[in-house]
């Protein structure tokens, strides 16, 4: 049976009555009919590259025989369809973490914090089928997502590190009952294996090159092509060292991929001021320092106003509500401070200069200059041509060369560069 196409969806075939009847049964613990459905894409392209997305309404008729109709917003999540992406989430086991978070370890740690923490991520409904994500859609009870381009403002990014400091708080304390629990969110993309190694410096090599051949057309930046391609030598084996767990200082569980589009905030309907926070996509989870994901966020969701001047004041504000977190479940609330804090923020810049380098082109590109990763095969990396690659025009965009630029300077300023 072939795929059923909804404007642009291709649905498929298992994607139907039958299968959404089974899994709003064993939700509801009871049977249910479904009725109608309707499937569409969950997000626009660009918002999200590791998986497939549908949004989908479903009608049930009422489990007791009435003549009511329940109706039921998810979001389904598969894998990518692009082959190039898809290798790249099998290889990093970014499904089965996910999976994990959501089935045991988000839970676990909502077990440990009682009523003491409000969770941070959507509902979850288990299926039997593998590499497959159901859940309740935030869309439908009023969440929403800011522009990935324009970037957050001092008050949302105040509310996400906040967020953050409190999913990372559970995980110490889910930690500590539960050591062996943190085993599966190993590091996925910088990995020491012979083949790792050899795909991750082939791509680091291939998109390196490519920026700076971009930089080197922006009069007054040319200088900065070199200090680029200076760093693909060392790239593989310093985001290797950087993403390891800390040996002598708080590691927590990182949501690994934190930046706008996967941020989602509910807004009160009388003050308009966000009221909540929810945390989604958690394939790249690792269990590292909490200073890695606040250097990915810092780097890839703040807007103009905030992205330099604001850094001490969120990290104060993070480092505030995680040691009240850690209070209220009763662990040490002294155990990382502040200073520990700005100062593994400062050992991680280049984390967030490599991570600005491979993916704020991807996050800044407007629809039209989203990379086609379909026209990508696996042997494209492999290949020393650039010219026609898909990341260029992504490279091109000018919001990514103004906010580039701005980087630029800053990591300039602080001889990282």
């Known amino acids: 049976m072939g795929s059923t196409n909804v404007g642009h969806v291709d649905i498929p075939p298992w994607l139907n009555s039958e299968f959404l009847a089974t899994i709003l ?3 509801e613990k009871t049977d249910v009919s479904v009725t109608d459905m309707e499937v569409k894409a969950a ?3 660009g918002d999200n590259f ?3 997305l549908y949004r989908i309404m479903v009608e049930c008729n009422e489990s007791n025989g009435g003549s009511g109709i329940n109706r039921y917003f998810l979001i389904i999540k598969t894998l990518p369809k692009d082959e190039v992406l898809q290798q790249v989430v099998l290889e990093s086991r970014s499904f089965e973490k996910e999976l994990q978070m959501y089935g045991s370890t988000l839970p676990a740690m909502y077990g440990n914090m009682k009523a003491k923490l409000h969770p941070v991520s959507a509902r979850y409904m288990p299926t039997k089928m593998n590499n497959i994500i159901i859940l ?10 800011a522009n990935r381009h324009a970037g957050f403002d001092l008050e949302h990014c105040e509310m996400a590190v906040k967020a953050l400091a409190r999913f990372h708080a559970a995980s110490v304390a889910l930690h500590k009952s539960d050591p062996a629990c943190m085993d599966m969110y190993t590091e996925g993309f910088y990995v020491e294996t012979e083949e790792v190694r050899k795909r991750m410096n082939t791509h680091l090599s291939y998109v390196l090159e490519s920026l700076a051949s971009q930089i080197e057309k922006w009069p007054g930046y040319e200088h900065y092509a070199n200090k680029i391609r200076k760093l693909i030598p060392t790239a593989f084996d310093q985001m290797l060292k950087l993403t390891e767990p800390e040996k002598d200082s708080l590691n927590v ?3 690994g991929d934190c930046w706008v589009n996967n941020i989602m905030f509910h807004y009160c309907p009388k003050t308009g001021k ?6 989604i996509d958690f394939q790249l989870a690792r269990f590292s320092s909490p200073a890695l994901d606040l250097q990915y966020f810092l780097c890839s969701s703040t807007n103009d106003e905030v992205r330099f001047t ?4 969120l990290l104060s504000e993070y480092h505030a509500e995680l040691r009240d977190t850690l209070g209220a479940l009763e662990l040490d609330p002294d155990q990382f401070t502040l200073e520990q804090l700005k100062e593994e923020f400062e050992e991680k810049e280049m984390f967030g200069l490599i991570s600005v380098c491979t993916m704020l082109w991807v996050t800044l590109a407007s629809s039209s200059e989203v990379p086609d990763f379909s026209e990508m ?7 020393n041509e650039i010219n026609s690659h898909p990341v260029d025009k992504a490279m091109s965009g000018s919001r990514f060369r103004e906010v580039l630029q701005t980087f630029l300077l800053h990591y300039d300023s602080k001889g990282i560069i």
């Open 25 to 27: 049964s064993e939700e």
């Open 43 to 45: 997000v626009s392209r």
């Open 50 to 52: 590791l998986s497939t």
């Open 136 to 145: 309740e859609d935030l869309q439908h009870l009023g969440y929403k997502m």
């Open 253 to 255: 569980l990182n949501h």
């Open 274 to 279: 966000v009221d909540d926070v929810k945390l």
């Open 310 to 313: 604001k850094r001490g004041h």
């Open 377 to 383: 095969k696996l042997q494209d990396n492999n290949t």
